[in-house]
């Protein structure tokens, strides 16, 4: 009996692991697969990781090469911009000086202009004028000068002073330096035709060559102080000269005052 019942047992155990064995194989297998699975997704994520990190690693890398490319390109530009703007500045220089050596020949040109005009206002009446007193007559001839008028003067005489001149409210010289174009009026008509005489103060104009058509209307346009009443600022050729309408007489003479 003894011997039957470890029979049986050994056969027992002998089935149990033949019978046990399928099972765990799969469990065995199952592990498996999940530790290589577990391998694989730690691969994957490594993988992932390390693709990341070479991605950074390589757009650090580009970041200097392009701005390295780009530098030069930069620079380039940059440089020229700094030629294009000194070109321009230089222009400009050249150009302010070439106005100011122009303003300089012009202002030169004009005071030898206006040193000559000066002159030739300051110099004395010719001798042959100032010698012979224009002969009085009662009719108009070169060399003559009407007479007083037979009628009462209607009007008090005119008071003047030629103290005006040293007034620089009054400084034609300097107006007429900056605006020449006003002095210059052109052809004279000689009503007469004798020519150019310069008269000096007192002497009489004949009345023709007083008459509206020479009137200066407006004296401070040529910054002449304003003639009083009963007296006119005339041109006689190129002379500025104040008479007296009732009696002709000059009462101030600007000689070349006009040209």
Same mark, same amino acid.
């Given at each position: 009996?003894?011997?039957?019942?470890?029979?049986?047992?050994?056969?027992?155990?002998?089935?149990?692991? *033949?019978?046990?064995?399928?099972?765990?194989?799969?469990?065995?297998?199952?592990?498996?697969?999940? *530790?290589?699975?577990?391998?694989?997704?730690?691969?994957?994520? #490594?993988?992932?990781?390390?693709?990341?990190?070479?991605? /950074?690693?390589?757009?650090?890398?580009?970041?200097?090469?392009?701005?390295?490319?780009? *530098?030069? #390109?930069?620079?380039?530009?940059?440089?020229?911009?700094?030629?294009?703007?000194?070109?321009?500045?230089?222009?400009?220089a050249r150009s302010a000086l070439r106005e100011g050596r122009r303003?300089?020949?012009?202002? /030169?040109?004009?005071?030898?202009?206006?040193?000559?005009?000066?002159?030739?206002?300051?110099?004395?009446?010719?001798? /042959?004028?100032?010698?012979?007193?224009?002969?009085?007559?009662?009719?108009?001839?070169?060399?003559?000068?009407?007479?007083? +008028?037979?009628?009462?003067?209607?009007?008090?005489? +005119?008071?003047?002073?030629?103290?005006?001149?040293?007034?620089?409210?009054?400084?034609?010289?300097?107006?007429?330096?900056?605006?020449?174009?006003?002095?210059?009026?052109?052809?004279?008509?000689?009503?007469?035709?004798?020519?150019?005489?310069?008269? #000096?103060?007192?002497?009489?104009?004949? +009345?023709?060559?007083?008459?509206?058509?020479?009137?200066?209307?407006?004296?401070? #346009?040529?910054?002449?102080?304003?003639?009083?009443?009963?007296?006119?600022?005339?041109r006689y050729y190129d002379d500025a000269v104040l008479v007296d309408?009732?009696?002709?007489?000059?009462?101030? /003479?600007?000689?070349?005052?006009?040209?």
């Open positions: 009996m003894r011997k039957v019942l470890i029979s049986i047992l050994l056969a027992g155990a002998a089935v149990s692991p *033949a019978l046990a064995s399928p099972h765990d194989n799969d469990r065995d297998q199952q592990r498996e697969e999940r *530790a290589q699975a577990r391998e694989e997704r730690q691969q994957a994520r #490594q993988q992932s990781h390390e693709e990341r990190s070479n991605a /950074v690693e390589r757009q650090s890398f580009a970041q200097p090469e392009r701005a390295q490319r780009q *530098a030069p #390109q930069q620079q380039q530009s940059f440089d020229r911009q700094v030629r294009i703007q000194q070109m321009e500045t230089d222009r400009d303003d300089q020949r012009q202002q /030169v040109v004009e005071q030898l202009r206006d040193n000559r005009d000066l002159r030739q206002s300051n110099r004395e009446t010719p001798r /042959v004028m100032r010698t012979r007193v224009p002969v009085v007559s009662n009719v108009p001839h070169v060399g003559t000068q009407p007479p007083l +008028p037979a009628q009462v003067r209607p009007t008090t005489a +005119p008071q003047w002073s030629t103290s005006w001149r040293n007034n620089d409210r009054y400084d034609w010289h300097n107006h007429r330096r900056h605006h020449r174009s006003l002095f210059h009026l052109g052809f004279y008509f000689d009503p007469f035709g004798w020519g150019y005489q310069p008269y #000096q103060i007192g002497w009489r104009l004949w +009345p023709s060559y007083y008459s509206s058509r020479y009137w200066i209307n407006d004296p401070w #346009q040529y910054r002449l102080p304003y003639a009083p009443p009963g007296t006119q600022w005339v309408t009732w009696s002709g007489q000059v009462v101030d /003479v600007i000689y070349n005052f006009f040209w």
